[in-house]
């Protein structure tokens, strides 16, 4: 079945680091979403993405649905400690939403 | 806040159970998707119901069983219940606009404990 690599899996980073994980996969996707998860609550969308090649922000925030239709990247700058959590990548088609395994974030003040 | 909300926030019940989530989508979506998150599967998608109707079924088992009702809520019914049930159940929904993609909104979730 269709699967996203997310990486990293964890990353432990110090405070106004900029921070960068990403998703790939085999199949091709036409939309992608990266959501925040803190512990014990819901995911909360961060970003959405819908063209190939789209590059969009929200504040420090920055996501590009790749090219290949196949991959997406999010970028966070200058990390501040409410950025900590787990970061999920997730892919749409042929009607499924498929999640990556997630990214946890951990910022050093 | 997303807008959608699930009722418990907890539950607890023994194992040989029947246990009902509920879940109200965001005011305009026609669509409602219930996942399932343990902490070694990460977040797994069981069921989407729109505007009332059965659409995607993902990896739900046959003891589970939802429904989405004429005012757009939706429930998940889960039975017999196992120990490896123990999990954070969520729901989410969107408008499923053509050319939009799918957005999806999640709840705050249900945490099921089996004991």
């Known amino acids: 079945g269709q699967q996203l690599n997310q990486s990293p899996q964890s990353m432990f980073i110090q405070e106004g680091e900029d921070v960068s994980m990403n998703c790939t996969s085999s199949s091709i996707f036409n939309t992608w979403l990266w959501y925040k998860q803190d512990p014990g609550e819901g995911p909360v969308l961060l970003i959405a993405l819908y063209k190939a090649g789209e590059l969009t922000s929200n504040g420090r925030l920055t996501a590009q649905f790749g090219i290949t239709r196949k991959d997406s990247f999010l970028n966070i700058s200058a990390s501040i400690p409410s950025d900590v959590g787990i970061y999920f990548c997730a892919g749409f088609n042929t009607g499924k939403l498929i999640f990556g395994q997630g990214t946890t974030l951990q910022v050093k003040p | 806040d997303s807008g959608v909300t699930q009722t418990p926030k907890h539950l607890i019940t023994a194992t040989g159970q029947r246990v009902t989530l509920r879940c109200s989508p965001r005011s305009g979506d026609l669509s409602v998707y219930w996942y399932q998150q343990s902490l070694d599967q990460g977040l797994q998608f069981l069921i989407q119901y729109y505007n009332g109707e059965e659409r995607a079924k993902g990896n739900i088992l046959e003891r589970f069983s939802a429904q989405q009702f004429p005012d757009l809520h939706s429930e998940l019914n889960l039975s017999s219940l196992e120990l490896g049930d123990s999990a954070l159940y969520f729901c989410?929904?969107?408008?499923?606009?053509?050319?939009?993609?799918?957005?999806?909104?999640f709840g705050p979730g249900t945490r099921l404990t089996v004991l």
């Open positions: 989410a929904s969107s408008k499923i606009l053509a050319g939009a993609g799918d957005t999806q909104y």
